[in-house]
């Protein structure tokens, strides 16, 4: 009979182990790895149940070709998704997860949404003519901004109504709480959203106004609907599962607010990011331009979106800051054998997506930011996947390249641009808390084709933890 070895972990209290978890998750879990190698557990699910990491591209591979009946996601292993609701796809699991999956993929195919190419262009100009030129632009906030009010336009439609700005900044507030430490232990410490702080009452009253609004606009599309309306909730009313029945006006809630959410918290952060590390490194940012330029003033966006140099950097600022550090949790179903391991059902696994993107024997030289590692070379799905995989890898994987690589493309071509010389270097707080949120960059003027400066020096590459 086959031994299999049990993962190893810290023995600390559990309650300290989750207030780690809580405060300070991203080093915590590195320290981990560190100590423990690519498998261990701790103690930091619900009632202190036991989660298993992994750091290892093999068990990721079997993990990811493992089907639903042995592993699967949803509410079963994690919980109920505050804003996004049960009816969302990140909640659902099994047979449901399946049919909702099956009636969103074609809406955010890569042709249907190659077709917003131009409007993301468009934003993205006009949030850089808001700029004032040597003054400290908060990218961040900036990005969330334009990829709300894309989320707006490509989800329901609607462009500059006072219903959407109204959304937009309901959103905004949400994702950008005053105290986000508090605000995220709320949801595991009940007794916090009792407290003499408010903020618990305040995301209600806030959740409550995003569903008005949600529910005004689902009723205005099933009232008037329009065959040549291209938006993703006229799409989603149309279409039918394989049963014939529609879709409910729950079902529609939670999928627009799940997808609109995305962008503006996880492109956003992985585009502010990018615009450090471009701007940081000289040598970098004089490749792009240069590669940028040699399609002339007025790209089309296709031909952007093929560019080896752009993708190089894409694919390496989604490597080295990966926004989800973890893949969603996997419920172990059916009794799994990953490698030397083998886990009974019951058991939740969270694949690291950081760890395997910061593995040496992978990726040489891992915390340094250096595009070249992707130039005529693609990694496996268990060795780079920034948007997960298996049945549940991320279905705005094309939306979201489309909108980073075209917003960049844009701003990086018509503005001189440099980092702000008071900003921090960025350090890793997690999907959550993005220190993101601290990066600064100043708009030098404008810029046409082919005026790269050769004047500053190379710098070195250097580390990230
Ligand atoms: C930089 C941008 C993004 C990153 C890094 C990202 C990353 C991820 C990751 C890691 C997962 C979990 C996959 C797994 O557990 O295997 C996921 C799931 C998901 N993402 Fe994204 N995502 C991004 C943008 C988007 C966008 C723009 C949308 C929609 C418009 C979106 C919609 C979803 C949905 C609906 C799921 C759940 C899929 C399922 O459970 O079947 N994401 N994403």
Same mark, same amino acid.
């Given at each position: 009979?086959?031994?299999?070895?049990?993962?190893?972990?810290?023995?600390?209290?559990?309650?300290?182990?989750?207030?780690?978890?809580?405060?300070?998750?991203?080093?915590?879990?590195?320290?981990?790895?560190?100590?423990?190698?690519?498998?261990?557990?701790?103690?930091?699910?619900?009632?202190?149940?036991?989660?298993?990491?992994?750091?290892?591209?093999?068990?990721?591979?079997?993990?990811?070709?493992?089907?639903?009946?042995?592993?699967?996601?949803?509410?079963?292993?994690?919980?109920?998704?505050?804003?996004?609701?049960?009816?969302?796809?990140?909640?659902?699991?099994?047979?449901?997860?399946?049919?909702?999956?099956?009636?969103?993929?074609?809406?955010?195919?890569?042709?249907?949404?190659?077709?917003?190419?131009?409007?993301?262009?468009?934003?993205?100009?006009?949030?850089?003519?808001?700029?004032?030129?040597?003054?400290?632009?908060?990218?961040?906030?900036?990005?969330?901004?334009?990829?709300?009010?894309?989320?707006?336009?490509?989800?329901?439609?609607?462009?500059?109504?006072?219903?959407?700005?109204?959304?937009?900044?309901?959103?905004?507030?949400?994702?950008?709480?005053?105290?986000?430490?508090?605000?995220?232990?709320?949801?595991?410490?009940?007794?916090?959203?009792?407290?003499?702080?408010?903020?618990?009452?305040?995301?209600?009253?806030?959740?409550? !106004?995003?569903?008005?609004? @949600?529910?005004? =606009?689902?009723?205005?599309?099933?009232? *008037? +609907? %329009? #065959?040549?309306? /291209?938006?993703?909730?006229?799409?989603?009313?149309?279409?039918?599962?394989?049963?014939?029945?529609?879709?409910?006006?729950?079902?529609?809630?939670?999928?627009?607010?799940?997808?609109?959410?995305?962008?503006?918290?996880?492109?956003?952060?992985?585009?502010?990011?990018?615009?450090?590390?471009?701007?940081?490194?000289? !040598?970098?940012?004089?490749? @792009?331009?240069? =590669?940028?330029?040699?399609?002339?003033? *007025? +790209? %089309? #966006?296709?031909? /952007?979106?093929?560019?080896?140099?752009?993708?190089?950097?894409?694919?390496?600022?989604?490597?080295?800051?990966?926004?989800?550090?973890?893949?969603?949790?996997?419920?172990?179903?059916?009794?799994?054998?990953?490698?030397?391991?083998?886990?009974?059902?019951?058991?939740?696994?969270?694949?690291?997506?950081?760890?395997?993107?910061?593995?040496?024997?992978?990726?040489?030289?891992?915390?340094?930011?250096?595009?070249?590692?992707?130039?005529?070379?693609?990694?496996?799905?268990?060795?780079?996947?920034?948007?997960?995989?298996?049945?549940?890898?991320?279905?705005?994987?094309?939306?979201?390249?489309?909108?980073?690589?075209?917003?960049?493309?844009?701003?990086?071509?018509?503005?001189?641009?440099?980092?702000?010389?008071?900003?921090?270097?960025?350090?890793?707080?997690?999907?959550?808390?993005?220190?993101?949120?601290?990066?600064?960059?100043?708009?030098?003027?404008?810029?046409?084709?082919?005026?790269?400066?050769?004047?500053?020096?190379?710098?070195?590459?250097?580390?990230?933890?």
């Amino acid at each position: 009979m086959a031994t299999y070895k049990v993962p190893n972990g810290p023995k600390d209290y559990p309650c300290w182990q989750k207030l780690q978890w809580l405060t300070r998750q991203d080093g915590y879990l590195q320290d981990c790895f560190h100590k423990y190698g690519d498998v261990f557990t701790l103690k930091v699910g619900p009632d202190f149940a036991s989660y298993v990491f992994i750091g290892s591209p093999q068990m990721v591979q079997e993990l990811f070709a493992a089907g639903p009946q042995q592993v699967d996601s949803g509410v079963e292993a994690t919980n109920n998704p505050f804003l996004l609701g049960e009816k969302s796809l990140v909640s659902l699991s099994g047979k449901r997860h399946r049919q909702q999956r099956k009636l969103l993929t074609p809406c955010l195919h890569e042709k249907n949404v190659k077709v917003y190419s131009q409007t993301i262009r468009e934003l993205a100009e006009s949030m850089a003519r808001g700029w004032t030129i040597d003054q400290p632009i908060p990218i961040y906030q900036s990005l969330q901004a334009i990829f709300l009010d894309l989320g707006n336009e490509i989800l329901l439609g609607s462009k500059d109504s006072q219903r959407s700005q109204k959304l937009r900044d309901l959103l905004l507030e949400i994702m950008n709480p005053k105290r986000p430490v508090l605000r995220a232990m709320s949801f595991y410490l009940p007794f916090l959203q009792w407290g003499p702080v408010n903020i618990w009452a305040n995301l209600l009253r806030e959740k409550q !106004q995003i569903d008005d609004i @949600l529910y005004a =606009e689902i009723r205005e599309h099933r009232e *008037n +609907p %329009d #065959p040549s309306q /291209i938006d993703i909730l006229s799409v989603m009313i149309a279409s039918r599962y394989d049963t014939g029945e529609p879709m409910t006006d729950l079902e529609l809630r939670d999928e627009v607010i799940t997808l609109m959410a995305q962008s503006p918290e996880v492109a956003g952060t992985s585009l502010a990011r990018a615009f450090y590390w471009i701007l940081y490194y000289p !040598q970098v940012y004089e490749k @792009l331009l240069q =590669e940028l330029d040699s399609l002339g003033d *007025n +790209p %089309d #966006p296709q031909e /952007i979106m093929k560019l080896p140099y752009l993708d190089a950097v894409y694919k390496e600022f989604m490597r080295i800051y990966p926004t989800a550090v973890l893949t969603f949790p996997r419920l172990v179903k059916k009794t799994l054998q990953l490698g030397d391991y083998q886990f009974e059902p019951g058991t939740i696994i969270l694949p690291s997506i950081h760890a395997i993107h910061h593995r040496e024997d992978i990726y040489p030289q891992a915390k340094e930011f250096k595009p070249e590692r992707f130039l005529g070379r693609d990694f496996a799905p268990y060795e780079y996947f920034p948007f997960g995989g298996g049945h549940r890898r991320c279905i705005g994987t094309m939306l979201a390249q489309l909108e980073m690589k075209l917003v960049l493309a844009t701003i990086l071509s018509r503005w001189h641009l440099a980092l702000d010389s008071s900003m921090p270097k960025p350090s890793y707080k997690g999907a959550l808390l993005p220190s993101a949120n601290k990066i600064r960059i100043v708009m030098k003027g404008k810029r046409t084709p082919s005026q790269v400066s050769s004047k500053t020096p190379d710098r070195s590459f250097s580390g990230v933890n």
